[in-house]
């Protein structure tokens, strides 16, 4: 039997996450304490009292959702959890795979609090608001979606950006070319395709302005060799090299979310327990879809560290 933390990416966000870890545990409280000294701004108090739309923000949701990550996590350590111990592989989607990175040692909340809000500030600006789009496509496969994105693209850019799970892709490029992929998919069997409500075509190569922003920020970023290999996004297989680490960080900017293949990858290697770290149920639920035959909880609030810490201590 063997075990993986993975921790979620973004639209996992909603206000008030993480207040009941932070009022409950006090290791958990100093991880927000922490992000907020490392950014020089109260974002425990977004995070708890909204507005939403703020919260919603790239620059926000990104650190935010780490910030949550990260308390669940101590909570759990608080317990007796090892991530080096107890997890055979760190994983995350997208934002998530730095949280995944901090858990496992890579490097601190501060460093990671730091880098995710350059981060979302990066992808914002790399796109003028409106000239991108992103949209899901239901009920096809990947291979499928590529095909589909390649033909809409007509000289613009559209490209598969997340396999999340079976019959579950989202492409992500030029407005025009992800909206003629919407139309294309809908004559090719797609159950549905819709536009997603985002502020920007994340992970396609429009996202290039902000890999070169991330690859000067993380080159002087000490990064550490995880405790637990960190099974990355763009490889879909796990690494600990730090030098590795940290070209997949800059990769993952304009590449895409492998996550179907990451949780397939792990399942292979032996994992049948998913424990979901952070905010919201997302990645449970698409576990569940992709490896059917292994277990998957969240864990979001001090119930959940409860009930999970005494199934992983045993």
Not at 85 to 96: E, F, I, K, N, P
Request: hydrophobic share 55%; net charge negative; glycine share 8%.
């Amino acid at each position: 039997m063997a075990r993986a933390f993975v921790f979620p990416g973004q639209g996992s966000q909603a206000v008030g996450m993480g207040r009941a870890l932070a009022e409950s545990d006090a290791q958990a409280r100093a991880v927000f304490e922490e992000v907020d000294e490392a950014l020089g701004e109260r974002l425990s108090a977004l995070i708890w009292e909204g507005p939403a739309e703020t919260l919603q923000l790239t620059q926000n949701a990104q650190p935010a959702l780490m910030a949550v990550s990260l308390a669940a996590l101590r909570a759990l350590e608080a317990k007796g959890v090892q991530v080096a111990r107890d997890a055979a592989y760190v994983a995350g989607h997208s934002l998530g795979e730095y949280s995944a990175l901090c858990a496992a040692g890579a490097f601190g909340v501060a460093d990671a609090a730091r880098l995710l809000r350059l981060r979302g500030r990066a992808m914002q600006a790399a796109a003028p608001v409106g000239a991108g789009a992103m949209a899901a496509l239901l009920g096809l496969e990947i291979a499928a979606a590529r095909e589909i994105a390649a033909e809409a693209a007509q000289g613009e850019v559209c490209e598969a950006a997340n396999d999340n799970a079976p019959g579950q892709v989202v492409v992500s490029g030029a407005r025009a070319a992800v909206e003629r992929a919407v139309a294309v998919a809908q004559g090719r069997g797609a159950k549905r395709a819709v536009l997603l409500p985002v502020s920007a075509p994340f992970h396609c190569a429009m996202m290039a302005p902000a890999a070169e922003a991330m690859r000067t920020a993380l080159a002087a970023t000490p990064i550490a060799r995880p405790a637990s290999p960190v099974v990355s996004n763009v490889r879909a297989e796990a690494v600990s090299e730090p030098e590795d680490i940290r070209a997949l960080l800059v990769a993952q900017v304009t590449g895409a979310v492998r996550w179907r293949e990451s949780v397939l990858w792990m399942a292979e290697q032996g994992v049948d327990e998913f424990v979901e770290i952070g905010a919201g149920k997302v990645l449970t639920g698409l576990v569940k879809r992709i490896a059917p035959a292994a277990s998957a909880r969240a864990v979001g609030g001090p119930e959940d560290v409860d009930a999970a810490a005494a199934a992983i201590l045993g």
